[in-house]
């Protein structure tokens, strides 16, 4: 692996870490070829707000769309911990005077799916273009693909996941508002319970598809959070939560460092995929186009309070 910049040492960067200012200039550089499938970016961000980190990989989806970035594995954490609801999932699911108790971020993502809480996780996003082998096929299959890397990082880590398999939603399902309540196609469980959760994004050509690997922490926090018709129907909801999702220590018996998590799911999608990684950062015009979008987003809630 080459590295590009002093930022990408395995681990998740300091929030405003200054060496991750030093773009390397992937559109000229000539390791990178866009026909071939195998050269991707390793981008290991620096733990950001909710908004800061839907905003890079916004940018990343565009700049990809444009061919001015790579095929990218983004993998990156959480700061403060975020709320994020799916893109068309309704707002009135929040319990907004419990979140703002917390201190918790509130974002929207820009993939579909149900509320998740980003606390103690590691977060990976892949974006490529859509004709590639692992992405082409549609959606399941590329959930699918995407899923042998997920599988061989977590056995590197010492894991025995159950096989992937197809699971079709039920109406009841799909108006659950919490989304490690209920594993959808192709994600990843163990012993039953859901580990790793994802979304995905087509647009322009590029699929985003992103998930989350919980390390450690009280599963059941998102409940706190979203609104219940009453005290009763909360704990009822925090106990499905215990019985159908878990963390990484819940099954290790000891906490994972985010880096050594970030390090076996780069393994796992170099040895079930093929992937050859080049680290780097943010190219300057990524990083210009992230700061416009969650600019732009701040703009829009700003008004919203207003009206």
Not at 29 to 52: E, Q, T
Not at 88 to 111: C, K, M, S
Request: hydrophobic share 40%; proline share 7%; aromatic share 4%.
């Amino acid at each position: 692996m080459v590295q590009c910049g002093a930022s990408v040492a395995g681990k998740a960067p300091a929030r405003n870490d200054p060496s991750t200012t030093d773009h390397c200039p992937l559109t000229t550089d000539p390791r990178y070829n866009h026909l071939m499938s195998d050269v991707w970016r390793l981008l290991i961000s620096p733990s950001a707000s909710g908004r800061r980190n839907m905003a890079v990989d916004e940018a990343i989806l565009e700049a990809v769309a444009a061919a001015a970035s790579p095929p990218t594995l983004r993998l990156y954490a959480w700061d403060p911990p975020c709320l994020s609801l799916g893109r068309a999932q309704p707002i009135e699911v929040v319990d907004e005077p419990a979140l703002a108790a917390t201190g918790w971020d509130l974002v929207r993502r820009p993939t579909g799916g149900r509320a998740l809480l980003h606390a103690d996780e590691l977060t990976y996003a892949v974006v490529a273009p859509d004709r590639m082998p692992a992405l082409s096929g549609g959606v399941l299959a590329s959930y699918r693909e995407l899923s042998r890397g997920l599988l061989a990082g977590l056995e590197r880590l010492g894991l025995h996941p159950d096989p992937p398999a197809h699971a079709e939603l039920t109406e009841a399902d799909r108006s659950n508002p919490v989304c490690f309540e209920v594993p959808s196609a192709y994600e990843i469980t163990v012993g039953g319970r859901k580990l790793i959760g994802s979304a995905q994004l087509r647009r322009r050509g590029v699929v985003l598809q992103h998930g989350s690997l919980p390390l450690e922490g009280d599963i059941t926090r998102v409940a706190r959070v979203l609104r219940h018709a009453d005290p009763v129907e909360q704990h009822q909801a925090a106990g499905r939560l215990t019985r159908h999702a878990v963390t990484l220590k819940d099954l290790l018996g000891s906490v994972v460092p985010w880096e050594e998590a970030s390090r076996a799911l780069q393994a796992g999608f170099a040895q079930a995929l093929g992937w050859n990684f080049i680290a780097a950062d943010l190219t300057s015009l990524e990083a210009l186009r992230a700061q416009q979008i969650e600019t732009e987003r701040n703009q829009v809630e700003e008004s919203a309070r207003a009206s």
